[in-house]
């Protein structure tokens, strides 16, 4: 492991002034916000992640989960994930997001990892997290090993001839249904971005996962109240029940009137290179009635242009399934 410089910090602008002069923003950057550790010092053990110079931001004031006028919520980038799935109102009034976050990790990870670094969590990979090995995400064309070896676990939409890695997130696949924005803070101010537009889709520079530049720091991430009605389901299928990512995972929400779908927002994780937002699906649900053929029908939709690899086509059926059982679910309870 590279030997690296530490300092704290407990001053939003001081963080961002002292990364602010990182070569670059993205994951590889000389100069790192470190939050829980448990994505950053487990790559920087494997040297994945080389930084010259890690920033603590643990003591910055943003662990604050904070309900809104309008009944959402505003959530302090250093909340823990364990700490936001476990409140009360996160829980009554935000079901998918507490199940999502569950449903993730272990109990002590979940008590260390925040909700900042949770949205830059890296990708499973087994390429990507081998040194051993060439890898376009960890260095810029040198080769995509996982198109022609173990793909298993990888993605089949949104990928490219250069990248295939599923972004490994069970909040993130919550926060996409649930429109959530991402408030970040750098040197040019503050400013708000949708969560579908943080994550960039890997194209030819999979090294590029997001929108953010150098110095930039998410503060908080803003959730709108769900509408009045609304039902959610959080549904993960993974190869043991405990302490394993998604290969298939879907978040609904859902209002139901007079038996008929009047409004649907989805989102699939475990197969997308970014937390997936399906459209598709909400179109074909939204009007119909709340029926198994409907549901499967919208699930057709999600999964229309999955592009599989040679080892997860499976993944295809058990997204759908999965898809088609969380709208049963949603419905139904
Ligand atoms: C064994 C294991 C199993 C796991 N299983 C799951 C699972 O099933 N589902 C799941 O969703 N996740 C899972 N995780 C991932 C875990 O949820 C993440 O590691 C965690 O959320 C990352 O948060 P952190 O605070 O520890 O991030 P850190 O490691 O501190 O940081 C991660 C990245 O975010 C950057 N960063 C952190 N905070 C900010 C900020 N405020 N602004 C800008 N940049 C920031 C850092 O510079 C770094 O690049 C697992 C992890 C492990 C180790
Ligand atoms: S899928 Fe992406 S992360 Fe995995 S080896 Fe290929 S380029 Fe690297």
């Known amino acids: 492991m590279k030997l690296f410089a530490y300092e704290k910090t407990s001053d939003v602008s001081d963080a961002i002034k002292k990364t602010s002069n990182s070569d670059t923003a993205q994951q590889g950057a000389k100069i790192r916000f470190v939050a829980g550790g448990t994505t950053l010092l487990d790559l920087m053990k494997l040297s994945v992640e080389t930084p010259d110079s890690l920033v603590d931001i643990n003591r910055l004031p943003l662990d604050k989960i904070e309900t809104t006028s309008d009944g ?24 998918v997001l507490s199940e999502a976050l569950l449903s993730g ?55 490219s001839d250069s990248c295939i890695a599923t972004n490994p997130s069970d909040m993130n696949v919550a926060l996409t249904a649930l429109e959530a924005t991402i408030v970040i803070n750098g040197p040019g101010g503050e400013r708000a971005v949708a ?33 009045a009605g609304s039902k959610s389901v959080y549904l993960k299928l993974r190869d043991r029940a405990s302490y394993e990512f998604a290969l298939a995972s879907a978040a609904v ?81």
Not at 72 to 95: E, M, T
Not at 121 to 131: E, K, L, P, S
Not at 201 to 212: A, C, D, K, R, Y
Request: proline share 6%; glycine share 8%; aromatic share 6%.
């Open 105 to 159: 990790a272990s109990a002590q990870l979940r008590n260390m990892a925040t909700t900042g670094g949770n949205l830059l969590q890296r990708t499973r990979c087994v390429y990507f997290r081998d040194t051993a090995y060439a890898c376009n995400k960890r260095e810029p064309g040198s080769g995509c090993p996982a198109i022609e070896g173990e793909n298993r676990t990888l993605a089949i939409l949104g990928t």
């Open 253 to 333: 929400i859902v209002q139901v009137d007079a038996g008929k779908v009047s409004r649907a927002r989805i989102a699939l994780g475990g197969v997308g290179t970014k937390p997936w937002r399906a459209i598709e699906a909400e179109k074909s649900i939204t009007g119909s009635a709340a029926t198994p053929e409907n549901f499967r029908k919208a699930a057709e939709e999600a999964l229309r242009n999955a592009k599989p690899q040679s080892q997860n086509k499976f993944k295809i059926e058990l997204s759908k399934r999965c898809l088609s059982h969380a709208l049963k679910l949603a419905t139904t309870s």
């Open 195 to 227: 969560i579908d537009d943080f994550y960039t889709l890997p194209g030819s520079t999979p090294h590029i996962e997001n929108v953010l530049k150098p110095g930039d720091l998410i503060t908080h991430v803003l959730v709108k109240a769900m509408p």
């Open 72 to 95: 959402g919520l505003k959530i302090g980038a250093l909340v823990r994930n364990s700490d936001l799935a476990n409140h009360p109102y996160v829980k009554s009034h935000f079901p």
